[in-house]
């Protein structure tokens, strides 16, 4: 089991700019792909973007494009989220996960089984 642990939430005003970085133990970080789920308040747990264990391929969700860049340093065993131009609605606990199992596509969250303790971001206006 690799353990995650993420950095960097906190408060922000609507337009802002964050960056979040998610540093993993082990030393095959750069044999797994990543993800950065988000949790708003009293909803469901979705997902916001992905990135290759070699950074060849990213994706972000529809909400996040534009807004939010994943990118990451196997050297240091992180992956990180830019976050900017952020909305009240970008408000939600983060976390980062190590995709496990290839089942489904990139988004599938039953894919994941090692996740951080999630770091909150809050937009305000």
């Known amino acids: 089991q690799v353990q995650l642990v993420e950095s960097g939430g906190g408060s922000v005003h609507t337009g802002g700019s964050l960056g979040l970085s998610c540093a993993a133990s082990?030393?095959?970080?750069?044999?797994?792909?990543m993800s950065w789920f988000r949790q708003p308040p009293g909803k469901e747990r979705e997902w916001v973007a992905w990135?290759?264990?070699?950074?060849?391929?990213?994706y972000s969700a529809n909400v996040s494009k534009g807004r939010f860049t994943i990118s990451r340093n196997n050297a240091k065993n992180t992956v990180y989220l830019y976050m900017k131009n952020l909305k009240s609605e970008d408000t939600a606990v983060y976390y980062c996960?190590?995709?496990?199992?290839?089942?489904?596509?990139?988004?599938?969250?039953?894919?994941?089984?090692?996740w951080g303790q999630g770091t909150q971001v809050t937009v305000s206006s």
């Open positions: 996960a190590r995709r496990t199992k290839y089942s489904g596509a990139y988004y599938t969250i039953t894919d994941y089984a090692d």
């Open positions: 082990g030393d095959d970080f750069g044999t797994y792909g």
């Open positions: 990135i290759s264990r070699d950074s060849g391929t990213a």
